[in-house]
């Protein structure tokens, strides 16, 4: 499993913590007017939890996106900075040691970082029931590859209940990971990947097989899949299984039968 095909896609601000000097309110102002008009999905997240109604465009002098995850602003005639722990430390700011899982956004304000917003991708509403139905019916193992770090994995990972995760992966190392679980299963295990992303096409090729969420996946991973999901609902893995096995079943009754029936007619015939 990809961690995106565990997820909404949808960020949302969970936490925000201040180190000091600005309330919350404070900083969530301060974040979001420094992060309007930014594509990112981060940004967009904090801008709706603070009201894009609410963003006052005079107040913001200037912006500069920057290429290591963050922004450079004005607001209010004060340095806003806004970004991930490395955009900050390339900045050379000291960072308070956050023990919380989810995307860490710095805010530093007139050269001092005052606080940190955490912000989490929201969970599939039956991702938990749909990862205990597929142990009931025989899943062995499950596990997650995901490009996030591992604290984050870990997070989603006591939450659904998976077996294992491997994290900071990109979509090379999810292929050569995929070969080493293929090499380490049993001859008579297969091994079934989900995915929808442009970047899960290369594992659900590499997968015994591959099965692509048809809802929001990409045209490349549908095309390379062997199993297309209509739907991106979580709960249908399962039965897919379950048709799966029910077909198997059928098709090996037939295959016993006409066997046997052509077994009679020839003792029959001699």
Same mark, same amino acid.
């Given at each position: 499993? %990809?961690?995106?095909?565990? #997820?909404?896609?949808? %960020?949302?601000?969970?936490?925000?913590?201040?180190?000091?000097?600005?309330?919350?309110?404070?900083?969530?102002?301060?974040? *979001?007017?420094?992060?309007?008009?930014? =594509?990112?999905?981060?940004?967009?997240?904090?801008? !709706?939890?603070?009201?894009?109604?609410?963003?006052?465009?005079?107040?913001?002098?200037?912006?500069?996106?920057?290429?290591?995850?963050?922004?450079?602003?004005?607001? +209010?005639?004060?340095?806003?900075?806004?970004?991930?722990?490395?955009?900050?430390?390339?900045?050379? %700011? !000291?960072?308070?040691?956050?023990?919380?899982?989810?995307?860490?956004?710095?805010?530093? @304000?007139?050269?001092?970082? /005052?606080?940190?917003?955490?912000?989490? !991708?929201?969970?599939?509403?039956? *991702?938990?029931?749909?990862? *205990?139905? &597929?142990? /009931?019916?025989?899943?062995?193992?499950?596990?997650?590859?995901?490009?996030?770090? =591992? /604290? @984050?994995?870990?997070?989603?990972?006591?939450? &659904?209940?998976?077996?294992?995760?491997?994290?900071?992966?990109?979509?090379?190392?999810?292929?050569?990971?995929?070969?080493?679980?293929?090499?380490?299963?049993? #001859?008579? !295990? #297969?091994?079934?990947?989900?995915?929808?992303?442009?970047?899960?096409?290369?594992?659900?090729?590499? *997968?015994?097989?591959?099965?692509?969420?048809?809802?929001?996946?990409? +045209?490349?991973? @549908?095309?390379?899949?062997?199993?297309?999901?209509?739907?991106?609902?979580?709960?249908?893995? =399962?039965?897919?299984?379950?048709?799966?096995?029910?077909?198997?079943?059928?098709?090996?009754?037939?295959?016993?039968?006409?066997?046997?029936?052509?077994?009679?007619?020839?003792?029959?015939?001699?």
């Amino acid at each position: 499993l %990809f961690r995106s095909t565990l #997820t909404k896609g949808k %960020f949302v601000v969970d936490e925000i913590i201040s180190f000091g000097e600005y309330t919350k309110e404070e900083l969530l102002d301060y974040a *979001a007017h420094a992060e309007t008009n930014s =594509p990112h999905l981060i940004a967009k997240s904090i801008i !709706d939890a603070y009201g894009a109604d609410n963003i006052v465009a005079s107040r913001i002098k200037s912006q500069k996106q920057s290429v290591t995850a963050g922004v450079f602003s004005v607001v +209010d005639n004060k340095k806003i900075i806004v970004g991930k722990n490395n955009l900050l430390l390339q900045e050379g %700011f !000291d960072l308070p040691e956050i023990n919380k899982t989810g995307n860490l956004i710095y805010i530093a @304000i007139n050269n001092k970082c /005052e606080g940190c917003i955490i912000i989490k !991708d929201e969970i599939k509403d039956n *991702a938990a029931l749909s990862i *205990a139905a &597929l142990k /009931e019916i025989g899943i062995t193992k499950t596990i997650m590859l995901t490009g996030d770090n =591992p /604290e @984050i994995a870990d997070g989603v990972v006591a939450e &659904l209940g998976i077996d294992d995760f491997y994290a900071n992966m990109n979509p090379l190392d999810k292929v050569m990971k995929m070969t080493d679980i293929k090499n380490q299963s049993s #001859t008579h !295990d #297969t091994v079934v990947f989900v995915g929808d992303g442009i970047n899960d096409a290369p594992v659900l090729s590499r *997968a015994d097989v591959g099965v692509a969420m048809g809802g929001l996946g990409s +045209d490349a991973a @549908i095309q390379v899949a062997d199993i297309v999901l209509m739907t991106d609902d979580l709960s249908k893995l =399962p039965t897919m299984v379950r048709i799966a096995k029910k077909t198997k079943k059928i098709i090996i009754q037939n295959i016993i039968l006409a066997l046997g029936i052509k077994f009679l007619v020839l003792i029959l015939s001699i």
